[in-house]
């Protein structure tokens, strides 16, 4: 199973921003409508943003409205997590993941006050 690889994690300070990204390896990734997930300690993972395999948005969960931005470039593989203005209880571990891809490692972001 394809397993996406997220990088772009780090320790920051409330207001900072961050960019976070996922490869795939294959050109398949195209076709498939992705996603970000994130799950923080001692909580369920939970859906942050979606976008269409066109690149158009098409959820964000409502703690990130107007400071997150899902972006994706297909012919590089890659799906973006643009993270403005973070709070400390953005703090998690995020993943993507979209169609058959199983889950990759994750990339941790931390933010402190």
């Known amino acids: 199973q394809v397993q996406p690889v997220e990088s772009g994690g780090d320790l920051v300070q409330s207001g900072a921003s961050l960019k976070l990204s996922c490869v795939v390896s294959?050109?398949?990734?195209?076709?498939?409508?992705m996603a970000w997930y994130r799950q923080a300690p001692g909580k369920q993972r939970e859906l942050v943003a979606e976008?269409?395999?066109?690149?158009?948005?098409?959820y964000y969960d409502d703690s990130v409205k107007g400071r997150f931005t899902i972006s994706r470039n297909n012919t590089r593989n890659t799906v973006y997590l643009q993270m403005d203005a973070l709070k400390l209880e953005d703090t998690a571990v995020y993943y993507c993941?979209?169609?058959?891809?199983?889950w990759g490692q994750g990339t941790q972001v931390t933010v402190s006050s």
């Open positions: 294959g050109s398949f990734i195209s076709t498939l409508t």
């Open positions: 993941r979209g169609g058959p891809l199983g």
């Open positions: 976008i269409n395999s066109a690149g158009r948005s098409l």
